[in-house]
């Protein structure tokens, strides 16, 4: 079985209710949050800035799925009319968690409890961004299928989900979202390829999401190693979903391609060569990248920039 798989025991009892209190808490702030917060845009892509540009991590949440209702249910058109996208900016961003340089982020153990939040944290803060990856991709680039705008819809509404399982268990840890220090990394790509979706696709969702893949089976052996049972399920669903996730992104990316009757490997290459090549770590996950939509001419191509950086 390939180890991005989620074994079933964990994903039922991820998906069976929650403690008495913490699922009371999470339904109060949703009610307040709710009633504070109206997800009343009129199109598609108003409601995408209203989620960019929601601050409170709840607010967004709530919009996310809100939103994502709406549109399942028809109610959100893409309208061709809409203004055109303004500038990319920075999301909307609770005052914390502060905002450093990788290298400034401590290296912490999962031995103790502010270890392995620490690391909880940060998965929380990439998903949180990811919302607002979702969002972007949606809001900025226009007259594209409709199936183009479904996929990233559902995949904001995902890491909502995904954000808030992560939070709840900092929470239960006697930690919070904001507790530590964070990096802007992914949002820094997503500025770099604004100008272009096919450059958006290839390397934010299939380059630095997709680290995700290569990374988390690890993390979840030392996990279960320590008896973390209750996070090893949380990233054993967000890493099968995750599949799901980078798929969509190579999806689009050959859509792109093949508009513009370019090659898709060379192009991947070429786009590694321009943007990745210090973003870009090995080693990867090749049964998860293969399947979600990576050939073996583009697996090599990851490979061959990795053994790059490394020797230089």
Known sequence: ???????????ARLLRAPAAAAQRRREEEAAGVNAAVAADARDLFAAAQHCLDARDPDTKVALTHAYARRFSAGELPIDPAAPAPAPIRMPGRPERPRLVHPRALPRR???STEGRAAFIHAIAHIELNAIDLGWDAV????ELPPGYYAD???VADDEARHFVLLRDRLRALGFDYGAFDAHNGLWEMCE????DGMARMALVP???EARGLDVTPGMIVKLRSLGDTDTVAILEL?????????????RWFRWFCARRELEPDATFRALLADYARAVLHGPFNLDARVAAGFSEEELAALQAVDAERTQA
């Open 1 to 11: 079985m390939l180890q991005w798989r989620v074994r079933h025991r964990h994903r």
């Open 109 to 111: 153990g999962f031995g």
């Open 139 to 142: 809001y900025r680039f226009r």
């Open 152 to 154: 990233w819809v559902r």
């Open 192 to 195: 770099k390829t604004a100008h």
């Open 206 to 208: 299939r380059v630095l």
């Open 238 to 250: 967000i890493l099968h979903e995750e599949v799901a996730h980078v798929a969509a992104g190579s």
